[in-house]
């Protein structure tokens, strides 16, 4: 069994109910997911309700549960490991780790697309820039680790900020959509039959993937549990506050847009500073879309300082196991912080961002790192949604943990199953090439074989760490 994190082992708790709500909803909600389910019109809020109950319920479900019953440092890596053992935990880590280097890149890519309509049609002209958007993704990349590396307590403020941006944002999108409906009606038309999603259309499966795992992020927190102040309250009443937050932002955002613009008008990037743009225009109030960019700018950084900061912490975690070199197991010796995790993260990112830009046009490359991030965090959803279940009968007559899902164990099975269900859904259909790519098989071979290249790699890293770990433990010293 790995080595857990545990009181006086370095980390600080910096992290309260207030902070995690926060965390929660900046790294959950991805405005740009909007644009997303936008692009598909009024069937996508149908969508949006779907993939509530069959996804984001049960994650959050899982995660409250398993939170409880093993509440250290590492969150899905401890969870997995316990329940099906070492491999697999490694796996989950390593996939999550990975799938987050992945990730980063499509978020920094939205936050410099969005930023450029700070400054109109002057700035636009660079939006499918490699040098502009290798630039810009580089400095805000290595700006927020460096303020993750001098300690959470401060890097907590940019997510914070990132967190109340959004919720600004989304308070404001309300507000443009009620001022355009009232004054111009809608530029959508939603019916009763719109509402019905065509399932014949393979982009209604790609977005329905995407809409799924919008709902991830609700594992960040326990990733950081010895980083959090009475993790046993803080996580669950964090999860109910930023879950409604969460799921009527996506629903009343994505009506927004609809209504602003007709979908065919909506840029999968910039559709939301677009659409306030045009509603500012309608009601006389033009800075809607400046100060939009500006918002979505905060929030992305926001998100991407959160998710530097848990992503973070699994080779920190991992490394205390020795199943990756000790020095991903270091400590700050001033500031407390995985300092080595977040170096090596932040120079892999760098490397996956200039491979994604490089070659391909902005737009593809964006989708395609959307996919892959969605296809390799289905594979630590599974791992989790099968871990509950095994951890539940584990746990039968011992006192391990709180039982937080009613209905004894059929009811903890129907919610893992629902939740396994809909993660091989999004994992199958998310790899499907979009209608506009000019090369659908280069990008299907992309996105399958980068998955597959991940779990081959992480196979070989845990058995080469096993064998370094078996080599420690032979040196030390027999007992007596």
């Known amino acids: 069994m790995q080595s857990k994190v545990g009181p006086g082992g370095g980390l600080r708790r910096a992290l309260g109910t207030f902070d995690l709500v926060l965390l929660n909803i900046v790294t959950i909600i991805g405005l740009r997911w909007l644009s997303t389910a936008a692009q598909i019109g009024p069937s996508s809020l149908t969508l949006w309700g779907f993939a509530l109950l069959t996804f984001f319920v049960p994650s959050a479900l899982a995660v409250l549960e398993l939170s409880s019953r093993i509440p250290h440092e590492g969150g899905v890596y401890q969870w997995t490991t316990t329940a099906l053992g070492d491999l697999h935990g490694f796996l989950a880590g390593w996939v999550f780790w990975l799938s987050n280097l992945v990730f980063f890149p499509s978020l920094l890519l939205y936050a410099t697309g969005v930023f450029l309509h700070v400054g109109g049609q002057g700035w636009l002209k660079y939006v499918d820039s490699p040098l502009y958007n290798g630039i810009a993704t580089i400095v805000l990349l290595w700006a927020a680790t460096f303020l993750n590396m001098i300690g959470i307590g401060r890097a907590k403020w940019l997510q914070n900020l990132g967190g109340i941006a959004t919720v600004i944002l989304a ?112 009601a006389g109030l033009p800075f809607f879309g400046v100060l939009t960019a500006v918002l979505l700018t905060c929030g992305s950084i926001g998100a991407l300082g959160g998710w530097i900061s848990g992503s973070a912490r699994l080779p920190f975690v991992v490394g205390l196991g020795h199943y990756l070199p000790e020095k991903f197991a270091a400590l700050h010796p001033k500031y407390g912080t995985p300092h080595v995790a977040l170096l090596a993260q932040a120079a892999a990112t760098t490397v996956v961002l200039a491979a994604a830009i490089s070659g391909s046009a902005i737009h593809e490359a964006y989708l395609l790192l959307i996919d892959m991030t969605v296809a390799l965090v289905c594979v630590v959803w599974l791992y989790i949604f099968i871990s509950l279940p095994v951890l539940r009968l584990r746990a039968a007559g011992r006192n391990e943990g709180v039982t937080l899902i009613p209905g004894g164990p059929v009811v903890c099975w129907l919610v893992a199953g629902v939740g396994t269900t809909a993660t091989v859904f999004a994992a199958v259909a998310c790899l499907i090439p979009p209608p506009a790519s000019a090369h659908p098989g280069l990008f299907l071979l992309k996105g399958v074989g980068g998955c597959l290249l991940i779990l081959v790699a992480g196979v070989l890293l845990y058995a080469h760490g096993s064998k370094r770990r078996a080599r420690r433990q032979d040196m030390r010293p027999a007992g007596p």
Request: hydrophobic share 55%; aromatic share 8%.
């Open 171 to 282: 308070v404001l999108l309300v507000f443009g959509g009620v001022i355009a409906w009232r004054l111009y009606g809608s530029a959508t038309p939603i019916t009763a039959a719109s509402l019905v999603p065509d399932y014949t259309a393979l982009p209604t499966w790609g977005a329905l993937s995407i809409l799924i795992l919008a709902y991830d992020g609700l594992e960040l927190g326990p990733i950081m549990a010895e980083e959090i102040r009475n993790p046993a309250r803080v996580i669950p009443r964090a999860v109910f506050l930023a879950g409604a937050i969460i799921a009527v932002t996506y629903v009343a955002g994505t009506l927004t847009l609809l209504v602003a613009l007709p979908p065919a008008q909506i840029n999968a990037i910039t559709g939301i500073p677009e659409a306030l743009q045009a509603i500012g225009n309608r």
